[in-house]
């Protein structure tokens, strides 16, 4: 997997100069690697703005009102998601989710949200302050003995698939 290469102010800075000097934005992009829609973004940044155009800019939280204003401009003004983003500082590939779900589900689906990291009770078991019966701590103790008997049961299989296989190709299983 290819690393990705961050574009400082400087180089975007110097991709803007070859751009003003008549190299295509695409020449840029197979040269340095820069992804075109980002150079389009820029370059519309950088006429409007000038170089503080180039600075990142801080992400927005958008709210259902802000989704809603941005969808329905969108529709209705038949902006581009490239022109909407410019115009409200939001990423043009979260506009076209909004976009998406506007179109499948209605305005309704811009204020659902996905909740973030792990659901609750995916953590590690909270210890108990009150202490176990003396049935729960043997019954505790059966599954630990049960986990661990069926898997050092795993490793002998696969110990013996392994050696099976060195068997078939000539080898000795190792001594270890």
């Not at 503080?52 to 989704?67: E, H, P, T, V």
């Not at 401009?73 to 490239?82: G, K, M, Q, S, V």
């Not at 589900?105 to 949200?113: K, Q, Y």
Request: net charge positive; charged share 30%.
């Amino acid at each position: 997997m290819q690393k990705r290469k961050k574009h400082g102010y400087a180089e975007c800075l110097k991709y803007m100069q070859m751009i003003k000097e008549g190299t295509s934005i695409h020449a840029i992009h197979m040269k340095y690697g820069i992804n075109e829609d980002r150079l389009h973004v820029l370059w519309n940044r950088y006429q409007s703005d000038g170089r503080s155009g180039l600075f990142k800019r801080k992400n927005i939280r958008a709210d259902l009102a802000l989704k809603k204003e941005i969808v329905l401009d969108i529709e209705e003004n038949h902006l581009t998601l490239h022109a909407a983003s410019l115009k409200y500082g939001a990423c043009s590939q979260r506009i076209s989710v909004w976009l998406q779900q506007y179109r499948t589900d209605g305005l309704a689906a811009l204020n659902s949200t996905k909740r973030r990291g792990r659901p609750p009770g995916m953590g590690r078991p909270k210890k108990n302050s009150k202490p176990l019966t003396e049935l729960e701590r043997l019954r505790k103790e059966v599954q630990e003995l049960k986990t661990e008997n069926a898997l050092l049961k795993k490793v002998r299989a696969l110990v013996e698939e392994r050696n099976a296989r060195l068997r078939e190709i000539g080898q000795g299983p190792s001594k270890n």
